[in-house]
Each structure stands twice: as C-alpha cells, then as structure tokens.
C-alpha cells in the first residue's frame, strides 16, 4: 500500500531562521509528488509538481527537490506569512493521489 | 479564474440525519475530486469523476455515501445516515484532465466542515 509521511508534524520558526521540511514516500510508481500549502478554513493551494530524482523547484522563498524515496521543502528566510500548514502527496501509476498528514509550521516575527 | 466553488460552508447535524454538499468546478475541468479530511491528517481520496464516470471509488463507504456528477460539471456528496466518525471537512478539487494523462496538479475549493452531533 501507498504511503507518505512527513516531519517534523509541527515546527515553529523565528523570522528569518530557515529549515527544511520532509516527505518520505514508499510507492508502487510514481508519477508525480506534489506539495500544497493549507490556510486554516481554507482548501489545499498548490505549489511545486516534482516529477522525477533530481529535479527541484523554486518559488519565491520556498524550493521543493525530490530523491527516489523523499522529498524536501526548504524554506529560506521565512517570514510570518509562510505560517501554514504543508502538505505533499503522491500520484500513482494507478492515478490515485495519496496526501501525507503534513507539517504546520509557524513562523514568529 | 473562478476557484472551485463549494457550499455549504458549514453543516452541523445529529448522527443518523442525512446531509448533502455541493461543488462547482472550475469552468473547463474535466476531473473533480471528493476528499475527506479529518482535523490533523491529510485529504484522503473518497471518489474521483472524469466528465460525468466514476473513475475512483474504492474508499467511498458506498453503504453511507453517494456521489453524482450530472451533465459532467457540478457535483453532490451526500451522507445517509450520518455517524460521528464522519465529522470533517469535505474537500472538492477539480483539475484539467485525469492525473492519470497529464500529471495535473488539482485546484481545491474551502471545504465543508461537517459536525455531527
């Protein structure tokens, strides 16, 4: 069976102390790894796709890379408004999307 | 872009009553998404629509829930009877096309939050 896990399950910041953030994965073929930010009260917003070992994406303070069986959200310099809940999930090749549990994490000004 | 529109906010209900949520997608997606989230885990998959077919439904509690999409845009989850088990947030997420062909990320709507009392 699929699964996803991440860590820390909730991890507190000051401003500007950067950290990464972990999914560890164990699937039947994957065919893509996703993370998402969650707002309290709020759906899931997307942000990277990750589609093989290697790979990384970047966007604004935030860079996703992917190995064969983890991947890592690193955070530089975070700010307040990065506070939130990560999620990662996985695609499998049999089209089914299995979400991790995620990591809240809060930044402190 | 309109995001994926979902309603009611907000439900409570005793256990045993029935209960139905509605989403719209947003314009042009042929996949849309039930999700289950229960306070401090991730969405798990309930049913999974390309167009107006059910392309996933294995962890759809079929003797409780129901899932229709007509005409291949809104859909309705309903629950009957409702068990306490179910309190969480319904989440609807749509994307382009099946994951399956493209890898497409999904777009979510703000949930329902479902309590049952």
């Known amino acids: ?109 | 872009e309109a995001g994926v529109a979902q309603s009611p906010r907000y439900k409570i209900i005793e256990k045993r009553q029935s209960v139905a949520f509605w989403c719209n997608p947003i314009s042009g997606h042929a996949t849309l998404y039930w999700y289950q989230q229960i306070l401090g885990q991730g969405p798990k998959l309930l049913i999974q629509f390309q167009n107006n077919g059910v392309v996933d439904d294995s962890q759809l509690p079929k003797d409780r829930f129901s899932a229709e999409r007509l005409k291949g845009v809104d859909s309705t989850l309903k629950i009957q009877p409702a068990k306490l088990e179910d309190s969480a947030v319904y989440l609807c997420a749509s994307s382009l096309v099946s994951a399956g062909v493209s890898n497409q990320p999904q777009h979510f709507g703000d949930g329902t939050r479902l309590s049952i009392l």
Request: charged content about 25%; aromatic content about 12%; some cysteine.
């Open chain 1, 1 to 109: 069976e699929d699964q996803v896990t991440q860590s820390p399950e909730a991890l507190r910041l000051q401003e500007g102390e950067s950290s990464s953030l972990n999914c560890s994965y164990t699937v039947s073929g994957l065919r893509g790894l996703f993370w998402y930010r969650q707002d309290p009260g709020k759906g899931p917003e997307f942000l990277f796709t990750l589609y093989s070992a290697g790979e990384e994406k970047e966007k604004e303070r935030l860079k996703a890379t992917l190995t064969k069986k983890e991947s890592f959200l690193h955070i530089t310099a975070p700010k307040p408004e990065d506070s939130a809940t990560y999620l990662c999930a996985v695609l499998n090749y049999g089209q089914n999307f299995v979400f991790g549990p995620g990591t809240r994490l809060s930044v402190l000004p």
